[in-house]
C-alpha cells in the first residue's frame, strides 16, 4: 500500500497489519518487513572504496617499489573525487545509489592515469639521469596525457545517454553525472596536483 503521513504512525499501523498477515498465513510461511535504509547502503560503498584502496596502495607498492609513491597515490584518490561533489552541488544532481558507484569508478580510472604516469616518470628517471624531476615529469605528463585524456572522454561519451535519459532515471543519471565531473577533474589532479606530491622530495 501507498502511505502519506507521519512515518511513526505508518510504522506503527504496517506492524499491525503485518502481525494480522502472519496470523492468517498457513503453517511453514510467514511475513517479513523489508526496510532500505540509506546509511547501510553507504556503509557497505565506504567498506567497498576500503578495500580497493587497500587493494591499490599493495599493487603500487609493488609496481613501483616504492611505499612513499604508493601512499602519493592513496592521497590523490579523494582529492579526485572532489569532481563529483561540485558535479551534485553545481547541477543540482541527487546522490542516490549511482552516485555512490560513481566515487568507485572514479577512484579506479583517476589511478590508471596515475599510474601510467608514475610509471613513465620512473622509467625516464633511470634512463635520463641528468634531467631535472620537474623536467622528468612533465615529459612523462606529455608522453601518457594522450592515452589519459582518450579514456576519460570515451567513457564520457559512453555515459551521455544517461544524461539524456532525465533526472527521472534513479540509478543511472546520478552515474554518469558523477562519474563525467570526477573523470573531468582528476585530469585536473594528474597535470597540477599531482606534481606537487611526487616532487616535493625532489626540490628539497
Known amino acids: 500500500f501507498e502511505y502519506l503521513g507521519s512515518p511513526r504512525f505508518g510504522s506503527k499501523h504496517l506492524t499491525a497489519c503485518l502481525d494480522t498477515l502472519r496470523a492468517e498465513l498457513p503453517l511453514g510461511f510467514t511475513a517479513e518487513r523489508r526496510?532500505?535504509?540509506?546509511?547501510?547502503?553507504?556503509?557497505?560503498?565506504?567498506?567497498?572504496?576500503?578495500?580497493?584502496?587497500l587493494l591499490i596502495f599493495f599493487i603500487c607498492s609493488v609496481l613501483f617499489e616504492s611505499l612513499r609513491q604508493a601512499f602519493n597515490i592513496i592521497l590523490l584518490i579523494p582529492i579526485s573525487c572532489i569532481g563529483i561533489f561540485l558535479t551534485f552541488y553545481w547541477f543540482n544532481v541527487r546522490l542516490d545509489q549511482g552516485g555512490y558507484v560513481s566515487f568507485l569508478l572514479v577512484t579506479g580510472?583517476?589511478?590508471?592515469?596515475?599510474?601510467?604516469?608514475?610509471?613513465?616518470?620512473?622509467?625516464?628517471?633511470?634512463?635520463?639521469?641528468?634531467?631535472?624531476?620537474?623536467?622528468?615529469?612533465?615529459?612523462?605528463?606529455?608522453?601518457?596525457?594522450?592515452?589519459?585524456?582518450?579514456?576519460?572522454?570515451?567513457?564520457?561519451?559512453g555515459l551521455i545517454p544517461f544524461l539524456l535519459g532525465g533526472r527521472n532515471e534513479v540509478f543511472w543519471h546520478a552515474l554518469a553525472a558523477g562519474t563525467i565531473g570526477g573523470l573531468v577533474f582528476s585530469v585536473i589532479v594528474i597535470l597540477f596536483i599531482s606534481p606537487?606530491?611526487?616532487l616535493r622530495k625532489s626540490r628539497a
Open 35 to 53: 526496510s532500505y535504509s540509506r546509511d547501510k547502503q553507504a556503509r557497505e560503498i565506504t567498506a567497498l572504496m576500503g578495500l580497493a584502496v
Open 109 to 157: 580510472l583517476a589511478v590508471n592515469g596515475l599510474i601510467l604516469v608514475i610509471n613513465e616518470y620512473n622509467y625516464l628517471r633511470k634512463r635520463e639521469t641528468d634531467w631535472s624531476p620537474v623536467q622528468l615529469y612533465a615529459t612523462a605528463i606529455r608522453h601518457k596525457i594522450t592515452p589519459i585524456v582518450l579514456t576519460v572522454i570515451s567513457t564520457a561519451a
Open 196 to 198: 606537487v606530491f611526487f
